[in-house]
């Protein structure tokens, strides 16, 4: 992928667009183009293991193994109007976008409360989201999954014990009004508190993302870890390192059975990845191993003009 971004600089846009796919151009030729440089962060787990990408049954929890990490996601209750109501476990790539705000907000300002403003359109519109009545109803759903669920990360220490976190992500806040013929309906509580432990362990583990590059994955979830997984991994490095299909399979391919039927689209959500990524160093490995990680720089530093 690093030759597309070579392509782009060398010669602009248009270069590129006779032997590449047009997305693909486009999400490198912004990234690199970006030049605010803003970014925003997530926390360390979460780039190890990782939320579903589809809806499972509401009662049913979740569970994803990542590089010495452990995550269980478990469905929860909230009362809406005079009844307690099952939510189940948040999924997909609004759920991921959710938390990356909500984390971005709390290391930015040090602080648990997280404004969201008086209506879901200000929130969106802060998310740099298109706003409309679906998105709205796709993010106000797993809006309130986030608020009911609780997460519990297990890791491994260096003795080799492990240990845990549990808690839910928000103790107060992100809960709509229950009139679901709204488009954009309005908060009950115009700020967020977040859980104290999972905001003390997100400020303690915050991984940084570039904002132009999250912007432009948000609609693709498995691109979407995979872009956090690398930002947490590669920088780190100190020599190439492989990671076999059946770790790649436990940790990103949540709703495929077997990892035969899981490379395929992971190589397309890991090129899409790559595009948002130019510094990344990312080979898949000839000899069907998997995929070979090589030391690479950090995705906030300096971007190259196009």
Same mark, same amino acid.
């Given at each position: ?38 970014? =925003? ?34 469905? =929860?209750?909230?009362? *809406? ?6 939510? =189940?476990?948040?999924? =997909? ?81 992100? *809960? ?49 870890? *995979? ?80």
């Amino acid at each position: 992928m690093g030759e597309l971004h070579d392509v782009i600089i060398a010669g602009g846009r248009e270069a590129a667009l006779s032997s590449t796919d047009a997305n693909l151009v486009d999400i490198a030729a912004e990234v690199l183009g970006d030049e605010r440089g803003t970014h =925003g962060y997530t926390y360390s787990g979460l780039c190890l293991t990782a939320l579903p990408h589809r809806r499972i049954p509401d009662d049913q929890a979740w569970e994803r193994v990542g590089h010495k990490m452990r995550l269980v996601v478990e469905p =929860g209750r909230l009362q *809406i109007g005079d009844h307690l109501r099952l939510f =189940g476990v948040p999924y =997909g790539a609004r759920a991921r976008m959710i938390l990356i705000y909500l984390i971005t907000q709390a290391v930015r300002t040090n602080s648990r409360e997280i404004a969201l403003g008086r209506s879901m359109r200000a929130w969106l519109e802060a998310m740099g989201v298109s706003v409309g009545g679906e998105t709205a109803k796709a993010f106000r759903e797993q809006a309130m999954r986030i608020a009911a669920c609780s997460m519990k990360f297990f890791w491994e220490t260096e003795g080799g014990a492990s240990g845990f976190d549990k808690g839910g992500v928000v103790r107060r806040g992100l *809960i709509f009004d229950g009139t679901d013929d709204r488009p954009l309906p309005r908060l009950f509580d115009e700020a967020v508190i977040l859980d104290e432990v999972f905001y003390h362990t997100a400020r303690q583990h915050p991984v940084p993302l570039l904002d132009a590059a999250v912007r432009h994955l948000r609609d693709r979830s498995m691109s979407l870890d *995979i872009y956090v997984w690398l930002a947490y991994r590669l920088h780190a490095l100190a020599k190439p390192m492989p990671v076999s299909w059946t770790a790649l399979h436990a940790q990103f391919g949540g709703g495929f059975k077997e990892p035969r039927f899981f490379r395929r689209p992971f190589v397309e959500a890991l090129t899409v990845a790559l595009a948002a990524y130019p510094d990344a160093r990312v080979e898949i490995a000839e000899s069907g191993v998997g995929v070979i990680l090589h030391p690479s720089r950090p995705p906030i530093g300096k971007l190259l003009d196009c």
